[in-house]
């Protein structure tokens, strides 16, 4: 698909070339005029936000569809990696603010290693960088500390110290994705230790003050347009910054 | 509408290490402003102001009315600043929060109580008929500091403003229009011009603090100042408490502060006066 | 208001009122003036009365204000209709009361150990029974001293004054007349290190003039402190012989050095 | 006095059909989820929108979204005017809106007029050749004589027929209300939208002329019928059966994928059941127009922040 640009209400004409089509987010079968169920004639699908029309292949030769749009407002999705503040502790775990319209609950179980007498005792104001357990639109989302499948931490949990910055959430995918070179061509320059949330959050720690704000600084640009998303850019920002 | 919900706390320890070292988080000195931009609007009056992200729009509007009786001479100036739910949607548009009540009591004592504009200038006929000037502000975005930013675009919006020039007969009043006679601009005594700095446990302070910087300052103080080296209003509420010197430092950076933004301001002026025909509509 | 000028300083240096210059209005302290309060207390400056009655640390109203590790605090302004005397131009609006709220409010956060009362809500219910200016410094010192007759620590005394300029000369403890002639700034300030926690300033002065008022005002809460301080003593004094706490042999006692 | 005949030009020199200069840019506010600018010339609306967010109590609804829309006039028009183009905006953004995805949320769509709302008043404010006499005025009808005026053109003879006061928003302002709203939504993407409402105003100078699209102030003033509408683009959306039922006057021309309901009609003066359809006619080339213009700029816009 190339990337078109679409707006919400633009029908999507899929081709039915796969098995299985997988719609991501932004798309959305029609609901005005479904047609009969009798009738094999597929529900028209449209796209319900605006951005670029994109595709990657799926599991066993099925296809994914979504819009890629930038927008700043998370809401809550499963197995999100996300960055999460604690706004209020009671009895049995965490009240945490994701940015989005509820407050997630954190069980105070949910951390590695957690038993009923030795539970971990976080302040208010601590950073957690968490994954979403469950979300749904009728009910509060759920975060957890541990890796269900491997009952280990996996880097959850509390972040000491560095710095959280707030940019759309298109940028904290793409930074989640090996292949877009802002990220490595950073480290080339500075050491740093980083956590992507899926909500617009990233937080990063360098030895220096001036590095982490020239990160800082760098991820804001990219974010923002100013710094195009390649390796030379980047580098001269860099400089530029760290000077 | 949404309370709001304080950043973690090793921003906070974050801040004031870089603070320490002398260094902001978006590459500022301590005493360094953000950029000022000003966009001008259609009509005379109308300006938007941009002060780094943070944005006011301010109108000014006039209108006819007759004077207050023990004041015949004196004209009026009404000024709106109601934040709404744009700047920030922690901000209502019914309640006013504490800090807008902050902003626009500054507000008023900044322009009105330090007769930034001549009142006597604007009476048409004593005891009948005087101008009165309405000064509407729209707060659009709250990335820190709206008082400064709305301080400005008030005064550009001022300086900006023309009202039809007006010829008295006898008890009779001629509004000429723009076509006929060159609108006249208002008479302005003085610039004031508010500067906030925000202070950190026992570090230097900083001037123009951003929204995280003035959620996790310990206190601020705003200073109005014109460029006759004259103090117009100082208002430090609470927040860590300084000794005589840091005060007197401060207000000092202000003087030189607020003469570099009154330039800005005259060569906004000048660059839209070229482009727009103020004479002839 | 437009009656004839009033001379704020006649020739022989005395002021509308009698006063010289750097002579501060007579003062009452009065603690313990309310029924049901925790702490309360009644300060008049001059002609200017305030009431200042301290409930708490108590449970809050609502509970989403609460915040989990300091106590939040809450101020009241009224003003009884007969303050400023009649049909006077009353102090206009809210706008104003809840202005000096505000300003009282950010005054004492960093003073009062809200730490210690997390949870909480300390809630300062301030009545001005009659206005002749220095409504803000009044209710200040006021606050003060029911926040210690109400047992809340506090870390220092925060006394205020308000100081004006006539001409070149510096004016002490400003009453409603001169207060609306002269530029006058309001400077509340921790007496023990003598840094200053609020200053207002509403109309122009010269810079030149402005560091001098600031040293006089601090000179004047000092004076104040001192006054102050003499009263708490004075009543805990009373409060000690009515307990007649026998003071101990030896240094152990409790000894009031006058 | 200018009429506009199919070929004639109009006062600003505009032909009858065709529209102002187009002000299109989205995402300028920073603390807003989404911020949308649009304007036909001269006059503009800078909306924005945030949500889902956090909703009180009283407000929370289970099964949607709280949508709660305010607007703010540039000076302070009377509340009446403001009132009367929020309820416009509510009759038209919950059926654009998949309100359901999102309950016990908060949707804020906040629209700013740039532009000053208050037509050129009738009385003595009018400027024609000699200089008016000014003898009387009330001071509460602060309204009735406000400066700046608005941009008014080379004076024309108006014949003083009788005009109600004006008291609500002209037609362009609340067109531009809306499609800045729209752009709100656009820019904001995080709530699902199923069409795209675009507004557009039309006005008949006088009987024996034709319509002109996109009136400006002036013209719109001395129209003797103003039309607002605004159409939805969006497949599927229209609700009638498309293959039998072709209502003959009506005929919702099926192109391939682009569909078009009415969601929004206001009208004020006299005119004709044919003169409606012809400004019906106008109104939907003008939006589809200004929706081609808007797809073209938010490519652009969206090209120069892409990231792969």
Not at chain 1, 141 to 147: A, G, L, M, N, S
Not at chain 2, 2 to 25: N, T, Y
Not at chain 2, 138 to 167: I, Q, T, W, Y
Request: proline share 5%; glycine share 8%; hydrophobic share 35%.
């Amino acid at each position: 698909m190339s990337t078109t640009l679409v707006l919400p209400g633009d029908s999507i004409s899929l081709p039915s070339s796969f098995k299985s089509v997988v719609l991501g987010p932004g798309l959305a079968p029609s609901s005005s005029r479904l047609p009969a169920p009798s009738s094999d004639e597929v529900p028209s699908i449209i796209s319900t936000k605006l951005g670029l029309m994109s595709s990657a292949k799926g599991k066993e030769r099925s296809e994914q569809f979504w819009v890629e749009g930038r927008s700043k407002r998370y809401i809550p999705a499963q197995k999100d990696m996300v960055l999460g503040t604690i706004i209020a502790r009671h009895a049995e775990g965490y009240r945490v603010d994701l940015g989005s319209s509820q407050m997630a609950q954190l069980d105070g179980l949910a951390f590695e290693g957690a038993t009923k007498r030795s539970k971990p005792n976080l302040k208010v104001g601590t950073l957690v960088y968490s994954r979403v357990a469950l979300a749904n639109r009728d009910m509060e989302p759920e975060i957890e500390c541990i890796d269900p499948n491997t009952g280990k931490a996996e880097g959850f949990g509390e972040l000491k110290g560095g710095l959280v910055v707030s940019c759309s959430l298109q940028l904290c995918r793409h930074l989640l994705n090996p292949k877009f070179i802002v990220l490595p061509t950073l480290a080339a320059t500075i050491p740093f230790e980083i956590a992507v949330g899926l909500n617009g959050r990233v937080w990063f720690k360098t030895e220096t003050v001036s590095e982490s704000i020239a990160l800082k600084r760098v991820i804001e640009g990219v974010d923002s347009g100013d710094i195009k998303p390649d390796k030379g850019a980047v580098d001269r920002a860099v400089k530029e910054y760290l000077a | 509408m949404v309370r709001e919900i304080d950043p973690p706390s090793i921003q906070k320890e974050f801040l004031l290490a870089a603070l320490a070292e002398g260094k902001r988080l978006d590459g500022r000195i301590p005493l360094e402003q953000r950029k000022i931009e000003f966009v001008f609007g259609e009509e005379l009056g109308n300006v938007e102001c941009r002060l780094g992200k943070t944005a006011v729009l301010a109108q000014v509007t006039a209108s006819i009315v007759k004077p207050r009786d023990d004041r015949p001479y004196e004209g009026f100036l009404l000024i709106n600043s109601e934040i709404g739910p744009m700047a920030s949607s922690v901000y209502e548009n019914g309640r006013s929060s504490d800090s807008e009540i902050l902003i626009t009591r500054l507000l008023e004592k900044s322009i009105r109580r330090t007769e930034a504009i001549d009142r006597e200038a604007l009476c048409i006929l004593a005891g009948g008929k005087v101008w009165q000037l309405r000064l509407t502000l729209h707060f659009l975005s709250d990335s820190g500091n709206l008082l400064d930013c709305a301080s400005l675009a008030s005064m550009m919006a001022l300086k900006h403003f023309r009202k039809p020039d007006v010829e008295v007969i006898g008890d009779e009043v001629i509004i000429h229009s723009p076509e006929e006679r060159a609108p006249v601009p208002l008479a302005m005594h003085h610039t004031p011009l508010c500067l906030t700095f925000a202070y950190f446990e026992n570090l230097s302070p900083i001037l123009d603090p951003t929204h995280l910087e003035s959620t996790l300052c310990s206190g601020t103080l705003t200073v109005t100042m014109n460029a006759q080296r004259e103090i117009c209003v100082l208002s430090k509420a609470g927040g860590t408490p300084l000794s005589v010197e840091e005060i007197m430092g401060v207000v000092r950076v202000g003087v030189d502060k607020v003469r570099d933004m009154v330039k800005i301001m005259d060569e906004a002026l000048e660059k839209d006066r070229e482009n727009r025909v103020v004479e002839v509509r | 208001m437009s009656s004839s000028r009033i001379e704020i300083l006649n020739d022989g240096g005395l002021r509308h009122d009698a006063r010289r210059p750097y002579e501060l209005r007579s003062t009452s302290f009065q603690l313990d003036t309310h029924p049901t309060a925790e702490g309360s207390s009644t300060v008049t400056q001059g002609l200017t009365t305030v009431q200042v009655s301290v409930f708490g640390p108590r449970e809050p109203k609502s509970r989403s204000t609460a915040s989990h590790d300091k106590a939040i605090i809450n101020v009241e302004v009224g003003v009884v209709p007969w303050a400023q005397g009649g049909g006077g131009k009353r102090i206009r609006g809210d706008k104003r009361l809840q202005e000096i709220g505000a300003s009282i409010r950010q005054t004492f956060e960093p003073v009062i150990m809200t730490h210690l009362y997390p949870r909480s809500e300390i809630f300062i219910n301030v009545q001005v029974l009659s206005a002749d200016g220095g409504i803000l410094p009044t209710a200040i010192n006021a606050t003060t001293l029911s926040l210690i007759s109400a047992g809340i620590s506090i870390t220092d005394y925060v006394c205020s004054v308000s100081i004006g300029l006539h001409l070149t000369q510096p004016l002490l403890d400003l009453s409603y007349i001169e207060e609306n002639d002269l530029p006058n700034l309001i400077l509340a300030s921790l007496t023990n290190s003598g840094k200053i926690t609020l200053a207002q300033m509403e109309t122009r002065l010269h810079l030149d003039r402005f560091q001098e008022m600031l040293e006089l005002g601090t000179e004047a809460c000092k004076v104040l402190k001192d006054e102050m301080d003499q009263v708490v003593k004075d009543n805990t004094g009373r409060l000690v012989e009515r307990m007649n706490v026998r003071v101990g042999g030896g240094g152990g006692g409790m000894t009031i050095d006058q | 006095m200018a009429s506009a005949g199919p070929s004639r030009r109009r006062s600003d020199g505009r032909k009858p059909h065709e529209i102002r200069p187009l002000t299109i840019e989205i995402g300028e506010l920073d603390r807003a989820d989404g911020s949308g600018r649009f304007g036909f010339g001269a006059t503009s609306a800078l909306a924005s929108c945030s949500g889902p967010l956090e909703v009180r109590l009283n407000q929370e609804l289970p099964t949607r979204a709280t949508l709660e829309i305010s607007h703010r006039p540039l000076e302070g028009v009377g509340a009446t005017a403001s009132r009367a183009l929020i309820t416009t905006l509510e009759s038209i953004y919950p059926s654009a809106l998949r309100l359901s995805l999102y309950p016990r949320s908060l949707i804020q769509i906040i629209v700013q007029s740039l532009s000053s709302s208050s037509a050129p008043t009738l009385s003595t404010g009018r400027y024609n050749e000699s200089p008016e006499i000014y003898i009387d005025t009330e001071p509460e009808t602060t309204e009735k004589n406000v400066w700046p005026q608005p941009p008014t053109q080379s004076a024309l003879a108006v014949d003083k027929k009788e005009k109600s006061p004006n008291t609500s928003y002209n037609f362009s302002s609340r067109a531009v209300s809306i499609n800045s709203a729209t752009l709100a939504i656009l820019d904001a993407g995080s709530i699902a939208m199923t069409h795209l409402p675009i507004a557009i105003s039309i006005a008949s100078l006088s009987d024996d002329d034709g319509l002109v699209v996109d009136p400006s102030i002036e013209e719109e003033y001395n129209s003797i019928a103003r039309f607002g509408f605004a159409w939805s683009f969006g497949k599927n959306v229209s609700l009638r059966e498309d293959q039998n039922q072709k209502d003959s006057n009506m005929d919702v021309d099926e192109e391939e994928d682009e569909e078009m309901e009415l969601i929004w009609v206001e009208s004020e003066g006299k005119f004709d059941k044919e003169k409606f359809s012809d400004a019906l006619e106008l109104s939907k080339i003008a939006c589809r127009q200004i929706l081609s213009e808007i797809r073209a700029k938010l490519g652009e816009t969206l090209e120069c922040k892409r990231l792969q």
